[in-house]
């Protein structure tokens, strides 16, 4: 194991900022259980990792090892340094740097799921194995974005289409909060109006979660068939452009109880997938 140079420490700071990652392709990874499940999933590419070996948690270096991670690649660094380069008040003593994946083209994303659809469809009954994807419009909220990812990945969602305004998705408060899921669902960036009306067009039924009282009910049935969820932002709801198009599904989640005014877009999101999964 290496000690960490003033020029890994000076990269490390400048992971925090979008152009940066996008310029290295890389991204910050914090705490030993994001990292310990990035290098399970043996989906992304660990670069370097540093900890503090001063910290309570440096003991289950061990079990990283074991799982594959190479001990070159390992950097000790100090208390203070650490708790410089973290976002959250009390530093977990890891942080790792990670190779962003590929982004998925449209194409490629509308192949993949349409083929695992077409897979599950000779085999199971079309109404239990719908594939599913997301298109998110604006989301914002760093936490939000993490929970939703940890969310697809749980309900084994084939994609994300993410519509211009979204947060950056290696953001580390979006890292963080996927607990380890970054990278285990196909993603790309997307004209929201257009890819959509493409994915209408090849058959799939396009969802929109909306509050409007003129929606359907989310415990109504559902349609047949393939289908992307699309949850707009935090506190403006969905795009007045998507609103608009006809040919797009209005859905809402009943509200039972009074005292709050709206549902958290994670959480709806959460719903809208259960509500898909269970119940299609």
């Not at 380069?85 to 977990?92: A, P, R, V, Y």
């Not at 419009?137 to 994609?159: E, L």
Request: glycine share 6%; net charge neutral.
């Amino acid at each position: 194991m290496n000690t960490a140079s003033q020029k890994h420490l000076t990269l490390l700071r400048k992971l925090k900022q979008k152009k940066h990652r996008e310029k290295l392709s890389v991204f910050l990874a914090e705490g030993y259980h994001t990292i310990q499940q990035i290098v399970s999933n043996k989906k992304l590419i660990i670069d370097k990792l540093f900890i503090d070996f001063e910290h309570k948690e440096c003991e289950q270096l061990d079990s990283l090892l074991a799982s594959g991670l190479r001990a070159d690649r390992i950097y000790t660094t100090n208390k203070n340094t650490m708790k410089e380069l973290s976002d959250t008040e009390n530093t977990s003593g890891w942080v790792a740097i990670v190779q962003i994946p590929k982004s998925n083209s449209l194409d490629n994303l509308l192949d993949a799921a349409s083929s695992a659809f077409e897979r599950k469809s000779k085999t199971y009954s079309t109404l239990e194995n719908d594939s599913v994807l997301i298109a998110l419009d604006q989301i914002q909220d760093p936490g939000n974005m993490g929970t939703i990812i940890r969310t697809a990945v749980w309900f084994g969602v084939k994609g994300i289409l993410l519509g211009e305004g979204c947060v950056d998705i290696w953001n580390p408060k979006v890292v963080r909060s996927t607990v380890g899921a970054s990278g285990m669902v196909a993603h790309t960036a997307a004209k929201l109006e257009e890819a959509l009306m493409e994915y209408h067009q090849k058959g799939w039924n396009i969802l929109l979660l909306d509050d409007s009282e003129d929606a359907i009910k989310l415990s109504s049935e559902l349609p047949n068939g393939p289908k992307v969820w699309v949850l707009g932002n935090e506190s403006q709801g969905l795009s007045a452009r998507l609103k608009e198009i006809p040919e797009f599904i209005h859905y809402r989640i009943q509200q039972e109880g009074t005292g709050a005014e709206s549902l958290n877009a994670a959480i709806a999101m959460g719903i809208a997938l259960y509500r898909s999964v269970n119940f299609s």
